[in-house]
């Protein structure tokens, strides 16, 4: 079984949409919680970065983490055709410096 | 701020050749990472510099492979005898500290033939 595991997708959702993206984990020691957008043949962009439990906003982008059950959540509002990409969360513990991926959903938003 | 920077962004050669990618992290971090990254899967953590000094290796990171950080600013990653499973994107990424965010370069894309 994987450290973090990611709905596998692919989602297809029309534009004005929300999305919801979801992870797993198994490592308690995780801190620190990130997600990350990634265009094709682009590197991974950081949309999120968040340390253990609650919820943070930015924009149209929502964050959320609960510990407890060790289950993270991005949602996206009011999705566009340049939101279409594949979502990567990534996580780390406090003394971490490695990143562990879940293997990414691919999100694609028709106009 | 300028971003990782990673050359050559595409790498194609024969099977049992060398080939070594550079990346430049953003100025002010000191801690720089490589990554693999195959299709339809998450990046891998393969090692950490901590300024010049390389601090973790990965088991994925065979003794083919070697990395570099001379003064601690940009790194090299060094493949010798290249093997068709060594074909994949991989990715530099740099912070500016312990649990600060890393930043990814767009990726070298190396192509065994």
């Known amino acids: 079984q994987k450290e973090v595991e990611q709905d596998p997708g692919p989602l297809s959702v029309p534009e004005g949409a929300i999305v919801s993206l979801n992870c797993t984990y198994s490592n308690s020691a995780f801190q620190y919680f990130m997600w990350y957008r990634q265009y094709s043949r682009k590197g991974p962009e950081l949309l999120m970065y968040t340390y253990s439990s609650g919820n943070k906003e930015d924009g149209r982008f929502t964050a959320q983490v609960d510990k407890s059950s060790k289950y993270i959540s991005l949602f996206i509002r009011d999705s566009q055709p340049s939101d279409s990409a594949t979502y990567l969360c990534a996580m780390s513990g406090s003394n971490d410096y490695k990143l562990s991926f879940g293997a990414g959903t691919t999100v694609t938003v028709r106009a | 701020d300028t971003g990782v920077s990673q050359n050559p962004r595409h790498k194609i050669t024969k099977r049992g050749q060398n080939v070594t990618f550079r990346c430049d992290p953003i100025s002010e971090h000191n801690r720089l990472y490589w990554y693999r990254q195959t299709l339809g899967q998450g990046p891998e953590f393969l090692t950490y510099?901590?300024?010049?000094?390389?601090?973790?290796k990965s088991r994925l990171l065979s003794d083919r492979f070697s990395a570099e950080r001379p003064k601690g600013s940009f790194s090299t990653l060094e493949i010798q005898r290249t093997e068709q499973g060594d074909s994949a994107m991989y990715l530099c990424?740099?912070?500016?500290?312990?649990?600060?965010?890393?930043?990814f370069g767009d990726g070298t894309r190396l192509s065994i033939l």
């Open positions: 990424a740099s912070s500016q500290g312990r649990n600060q965010p890393q930043h």
């Open positions: 510099f901590q300024n010049e000094a390389q601090l973790e």
